[in-house]
T-cell receptor, first 114, second 116 residues
Framework: LAKTTQPISMDSYEGQEVNITCSHN???????ITWYQQFPSQGPRFIIQ???TKVTNEVASLFIPADRKSSTLSLPRVSLSDTAVYYC???????????????FGTGTRLKVLA | NAGVTQTPKFQVLKTGQSMTLQCAQD?????MSWYRQDPGMGLRLIHY???????DQGEVPNGYNVSRSTTEDFPLRLLSAAPSQTSVYFC???????????????FGSGTRLTVV
């Protein structure tokens, strides 16, 4: 079971870089690591996905070490609007029918302060 | 491009009633899932499907049925509503690799269900 573990909450100030780490010790060989952002009363929104090393897009970077047992989401220069819950998601292993299911962990509540 | 469309957006049911939450996507995604999110809590997987005709149970499947007759639609049926099923229900879809892994979900806007 690829259970994920993240810090429950983090505080940061506007303009700072925020790094959120997720542990996924039992990630499957062919699975990706995906991060989502969720605001209150909305569905989660895809931020970034990666398999290994480093991935960067217009909003974030994702760092994945060689053993892939953890990953770090990096948000550069956060603003108040980045206050949200952030989830990392990996497959929870194969079910008896051979399919992968995706179970969310508790996520990290990021609060950005002025 | 509509993405993932969920209907209705709000629903109030009486205990014991049944209903179907609708979910449709127009992105030709193979993989679809239903999650529920109770107030202040995380998302819990109810059922998922890796393609038409294939469904599987998640963490909390009891009290819910699903079917997947087409790639586009993945309805969730509540068999006999209970107050414990009061929650926000999210449908999500994604492309799937040959190995069956998920390439990142697109979520719908949710259905807020209250059971009284």
């Amino acid at each position: 079971l690829a259970k994920t573990t993240q810090p429950i909450s983090m505080d940061s100030y506007e303009g700072q870089e925020v790094n959120i780490t997720c542990s996924h010790n039992n990630i499957a060989t062919n699975d990706y690591i995906t991060w989502y952002q969720q605001f209150p009363s909305q569905g989660p929104r895809f931020i970034i996905q990666g398999y290994k090393t480093k991935v960067t897009n217009e909003v974030a970077s994702l760092f994945i070490p060689a053993d892939r047992k953890s990953s770090t989401l990096s948000l550069p220069r956060v603003s108040l609007s980045d206050t949200a819950v952030y989830y990392c998601l990996v497959g929870d292993g194969r079910s008896p029918s051979g399919t992968y299911k995706y179970i969310f962990g508790t996520g990290t509540r990021l609060k950005v302060l002025a | 491009n509509a993405g993932v469309t969920q209907t209705p957006k709000f629903q109030v049911l009486k205990t014991g009633q049944s209903m179907t939450l609708q979910c449709a996507q127009d992105m030709n995604h193979e993989y679809m899932s239903w999650y529920r999110q109770d107030p202040g809590m995380g998302l819990r997987l109810i059922h998922y499907s890796v393609g038409a005709g294939i469904t599987d149970q998640g963490e909390v499947p009891n009290g819910y049925n699903v079917s997947r007759s087409t790639t586009e639609d993945f309805p969730l049926r509540l068999l006999s509503a209970a107050p414990s099923q009061t929650s926000v229900y999210f449908c999500a879809s994604s492309y799937s690799s040959i190995a069956g892994t998920n390439y990142g979900y697109t979520f719908g806007s949710g259905t807020r269900l209250t059971v009284v």
